[in-house]
Nanobody
Framework: QVQLLESGGGPVQAGGSQRLACAASGRIFDRSAIGWFRQAPGKPREDGELVAEITSDNITSYTHSVEGRFTISRGDQKDSAFLQMNNLTPADSAVYYC??????????????WGQGTQVTVSS
């Protein structure tokens, strides 16, 4: 079983910055990707928007609306990641969920979620 521990988030003024962190523990295969989804409060996290992701090969991807403002990076600890969010706007307000998916050598995929952290950007 894999557990994801998130930190960061909270209220911030428009134009400000936030940094989210996610640390994974447990059995994670060599093929994996870690990232963040965001979703409006009370809605299913699985239906949220993939904001940013970084693979075990350090390939990054971002949703268009955050390109140039958000940066995802790997932490020193294996299977940890940070999401640096700059120049935040009220449209970035959401619950941010850390997500990790990993695939076993036998091609079985596993998906895990963090508890979510609220980011609220005020104008």
């Amino acid at each position: 079983q894999v557990q994801l521990l998130e930190s960061g988030g909270g209220p911030v003024q428009a134009g400000g910055s936030q940094r989210l962190a996610c640390a994974a523990s447990g059995r994670i295969f060599d093929r994996s990707a870690i990232g963040w989804f965001r979703q409006a409060p009370g809605k299913p996290r699985e239906d949220g928007e993939l904001v940013a992701e970084i693979t075990s090969d350090n390939i990054t991807s971002y949703t268009h609306s955050v390109e140039g403002r958000f940066t995802i990076s790997r932490g020193d600890q294996k299977d940890s990641a940070f999401l640096q969010m700059n120049n935040l706007t009220p449209a970035d307000s959401a619950v941010y969920y850390c997500n990790l998916h990993t695939t076993s050598p036998s091609e079985v995929a596993y998906v895990y979620w963090g508890q979510g952290t609220q980011v609220t950007v005020s104008s």
